[in-house]
Each structure stands twice: as C-alpha cells, then as structure tokens.
C-alpha cells in the first residue's frame, strides 16, 4: 500500500502561480511512474502531467502545456507541480497518483486525497 498526501492547494488569482507537492512516507517513490490529475465540479477527472519513475520522460494535457512543469525529487521521496499563469477554468481538486502501467495518462494504483485549487478571476 501506497498512502500519498497532496499538499500546496490554495486560492490565487488568475495569472498567478502554485505549486502542489505530493509525498509519501511509507515507500520509495523512485519505482513509480506518478501524475497529476484534476477533477472540477460537475466535470469527470482529467489527466494533467505525468513523469516517469526516473524523471527523464514527461507527458502534459495540451491544456497546461508550457504552463505548467512536472516534477520529482526521489531522494525527498516527493512530486511536484508547478503551475503558472493559472486561469480560472484550472479551478478543480488535484490528485496525485502513482503506478506502475504504461499508459501512464490513465492507469495508476495509488491515489492521493486530494488538494483544492482555486483561481478567482
């Protein structure tokens, strides 16, 4: 078993910048790939960014491409999102997950609670 925390959510208006953290303590990271999705309101959850377990191979939505940067740092056993020039249709909760498939866009194991953004207009 696989617990992950999301943590970094917030509100910030649109143009600004989050970035949202997802950790575990139970287990190394470094053999999962991990993602990053979102689900708004009323809206099924969406793929947003994926990386590889070694980090060296990245995929985005075509909606946050050159905005948003995934990220890892094994040794720290975390994953990140950096999100940049937030609009407000990115207002949704963020879920990390982790797995070992490889349509990584869809398929993973583990899955994080969840963290709130919200871009205010």
């Known amino acids: 078993q696989l617990q992950l925390v999301e943590s970094g959510g917030g509100l910030v208006q649109a143009g600004g910048s989050l970035r949202l953290s997802c950790t575990t303590s139970q287990r190394a990271i470094s053999g999962y790939n991990m993602g990053w999705f979102r689900q708004a309101p009323g809206k099924e959850r969406e793929f947003v960014a994926a990386i590889s377990w070694s980090g060296g191979t990245t995929n985005y939505a075509d909606s946050v491409q050159g905005r948003f940067t995934i990220s890892r740092d094994n040794a720290k056993n975390t994953l990140y999102l950096q999100m940049n020039s937030l609009k407000p249709e990115a207002t949704a909760v963020y879920y990390c997950?982790?797995?070992?498939?490889?349509?990584?866009?869809?398929?993973?194991?583990?899955w994080g609670q969840g963290t709130q953004v919200t871009i205010s207009s």
């Open positions: 997950a982790a797995g070992t498939s490889s349509t990584w866009t869809k398929t993973y194991t583990y």
